[in-house]
């Protein structure tokens, strides 16, 4: 029995670990991975205190932060249920075991969205990738499509046209989202084209990627090419946690201090409601969040 549970370890899970440990609450981080999206992200602009770092190297920093404070840690847990159990505390499931705490912390995060066109099953992991920053140097001189048109995409381009050849951005709206910044240095590439109002229909290829199908203006048009990245957007991993209100896009509901609709169970960063996805954001909810658990402890 520890007085919390973290579930998961990216920017809020960690940066809750940190806090637990500050506060002297006795505490454990249970994830499958360290890290978290931001591992995918490629350069980071906007993170306080780094004018530049990139993503995989701010999560170095977190994991040597947590390490200071000695916060117990089980990596490849993967959580498939959370019970609330006598005296209100809760029961942690993994495939490894289950563990109690007084209370817990959802800070799980988000996994990427599926594109759902012809021949994505067939060639994941085939010339289609969800992660620019993993997958980017095997299309090194090769043509590549980033599929969307906001942050993530545009941050898939920024890494994959200094790799590849040519870049194909497809995006089904009729103008970019994301940051300014960001469009205005993909715009001002030469080897980046940019296909607004593009719905892709079909990846096509044989043992690997060849080509993409996209529809525009109502007309069909298929585009020879080596790899796929698919950048649309996320959905919360919250499928593991019942009896929590949760939005209609699946995101748990939480309070100004980070509660859920069920005492002593707590939820920060980009897997619940808050309206911004980021890693300075994720962070700071973490931090909040234990502050909201340190008050239930002791009032409880």
Excluded: W
């Amino acid at each position: 029995m520890v007085d919390l549970i973290v579930v998961g370890a990216g920017p809020a899970g960690i940066t809750a670990g940190i806090y637990a440990a500050r506060k002297k609450v006795d505490s454990l981080i249970l994830s499958k991975d360290v890290g978290g999206q931001t591992i995918l992200s490629g350069d980071v602009e906007n993170y306080t205190g780094y004018q530049f770092i990139t993503g995989s190297e701010l999560v170095k920093k977190f994991e040597e932060h947590l390490k200071q404070f000695n916060v117990p840690f089980k990596g490849d847990q993967e959580v498939k249920r959370i019970t609330k159990i006598e005296k209100g505390n809760f029961s942690v499931e993994t495939a490894q075991g289950s563990y109690e705490g007084r209370s817990v912390i959802v800070a799980s995060g988000r996994r990427s969205r599926l594109l759902g066109a012809k021949g994505e099953d067939i060639f994941r992991n085939k010339g289609i990738s969800y992660c620019a920053t993993c997958d980017g140097p095997l299309f090194a001189k090769k043509t590549v499509a980033v599929v969307g048109g906001g942050n993530s995409a545009l941050d898939a381009v920024l890494q994959m046209m200094h790799i590849a050849e040519k870049v194909y951005l497809i995006d089904i709206n009729p103008t970019l989202g994301g940051d300014q910044i960001m469009r205005e240095k993909i715009v001002a590439t030469a080897n980046v084209e940019i296909l607004n109002n593009a719905a892709t229909k079909e990846i096509i290829g044989d043992q690997f990627v060849r080509a993409i199908k996209v529809e525009q203006a109502g007309a069909l048009k298929e585009i020879a090419l080596q790899g796929v990245f698919v950048e649309i957007g996320s959905v919360p991993n919250s499928d593991f946690v019942n009896g929590v209100k949760k939005n209609k896009a699946g995101e748990i509901i939480v309070d100004h201090l980070n509660r859920t609709n069920i005492p002593g169970l707590f939820a920060a960063g980009d897997v619940t409601d808050i309206p911004e996805k980021q890693i300075i954001v994720a962070a700071g909810e973490g931090a909040k969040a234990v502050l909201g658990v340190f008050r239930y402890l002791s009032q409880n």
